[in-house]
């Protein structure tokens, strides 16, 4: 599976970070540091408005 399709669910609040560290095969701690990763933050986050185009 795409790490930034589960760190996405972890985002999003569909699973914990200890089962995105379970899917990825790291530890917890390891998740934590991906999350601040300049390449995966650019993930949209659930929590910021995303613009809106019609």
């Known amino acids: 599976m795409d790490k930034r399709k589960v760190i996405m669910a972890y985002r999003r609040g569909f699973i914990?970070?200890?089962e995105c560290?379970?899917?990825m095969?790291?530890?917890s701690l390891q998740v934590?540091?991906?999350m601040?990763?300049?390449e995966l933050k650019?993930?949209?986050s659930?929590?910021?408005k995303?613009?809106?185009n019609g």
Do not use: N, R
């Open 25 to 27: 095969g790291i530890d």
């Open 32 to 34: 934590m540091g991906m």
């Open 42 to 44: 650019e993930l949209p």
């Open 21 to 23: 560290a379970q899917i």
């Open 36 to 38: 601040e990763d300049p």
């Open 16 to 18: 914990t970070v200890q």
């Open 46 to 48: 659930p929590f910021k």
């Open 50 to 52: 995303q613009p809106v």
